[in-house]
């Protein structure tokens, strides 16, 4: 076999040639979006493990909270009214409450005198103030103070929070630590949420080897399967990990076949661009499936391809790892996200100045994996790109701190420009 030495050229961008008649990133997603229905079912779970979860109802409050005026401070509480003339004012301690003791004897307590109380604890209705401990004096049974406090004082008072009724979680809502916070303290022990979202993967190239397996000759590790196994690690879906499977056509139709009979969602990785070994968009017309999109203006990813077979949707992602990658945040996480019945969650992004200059092609939108490396002045962060960044360099998208989105249309950023950044 005659062997060639290439030198290795700058990666540049191919320009324009075949970029003629692509869907615009944003009608990609949307022609996605379109294809998922949130799923019907649902499971009850303990609080303890709903994390990560869509929550199926709106679930409004049971209770005020707080649920009783408590107290703010370590301190005595007092009864204002009782505080005439100017101070210093001396009060008999009369009582003590702490953090749950119950109120039992409220209304026999004498007004005229002071409790001690302590965070957390009940503040009896015969009080209307709580002062800090830090600023009275003790002497023999006594307290001494200068100033009256305003009523209310250091009280946090019923039902501040939230009162019974109020919406509390909202239905389709991905439970994270503080949802998780207000349902407790609302006395929530199980809760209804969404079934899991079931997403079958693969991996398509005959060239593709685990890591712990030996390499030979023109095969290279698969990083994709790992990569997005780790991307759809999360509570509310349910990976079906199916492995790599090599560059054969019938090989691979069954494969489809079989997976997208178990799942919601099927999404692939390689096989999806013009060459003789893409087989995944003819794989899906001859299982009967459908083909939504095709050859996106976005950058890296292409040859990105969204269908449908039967109910189940079908994400082809490429094979180039960064592509892969880019196009399954932006293309496949929403789809997701939809089909486990979540709202739509405002996109993350924010501006930045570039610490970098580059001249670019118009026709795609491009995400190109960005550093932040400080900030100006005024208070933004400023960004820079990596020199020897590709589809296929993942170095640099494991050295970023997000992407930088280079829109249709833009021909060159300057340095000082203001970029839009998405961080990770
Ligand atoms: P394809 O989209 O199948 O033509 O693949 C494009 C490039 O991505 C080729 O260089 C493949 O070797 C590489 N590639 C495909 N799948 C993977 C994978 N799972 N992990 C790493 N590289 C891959
Ligand atoms: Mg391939």
Redesign the pocket.
Known sequence: MTVHKFKAQPQEDKDCCGDHNLLPLDTAIAKGLALAEPLVGFETVNLYSARGRTIADNIHARLPLPNFNNSAMDGYAVNTASLTGTGPYRLEVTGRMAAGDHDTDSKGLPSAGCIRIFTGAVVPADYDAVIMQEKVRVEGGHIIFDKCPDVGNNIRPGGEDCQPGDLVVAKGTLLEARHIAVLAAQGVSELSVKRKVRVAIF???S??RLPGEDLKSGQ??????Y?LAAQLDHPFIEIIDLG?IR?DYRVLKGALAAAAEMADMVIT?????V?D??HMPGIVTDLGGMLHVMKVAIKPGK?VTVGTIGKCIFLGL????V??FVNQILIGRPIIDKLSGQKARPPASYPAIAQFERRRAITRQEYVPARIVGKNPQGSSIVEVFAKAG??TLLPLASSDGFVVLPVGLAQVMDGDRVEFIPH
């Open positions: 991996s398509t190239g060239e593709l290279i590790y698969n990083s994709n399967r990569a790599t560059d990785t390689g096989g999806v661009s060459g070994e893409d040859p490429p094979g180039n790892p592509a892969a589809s296929a």
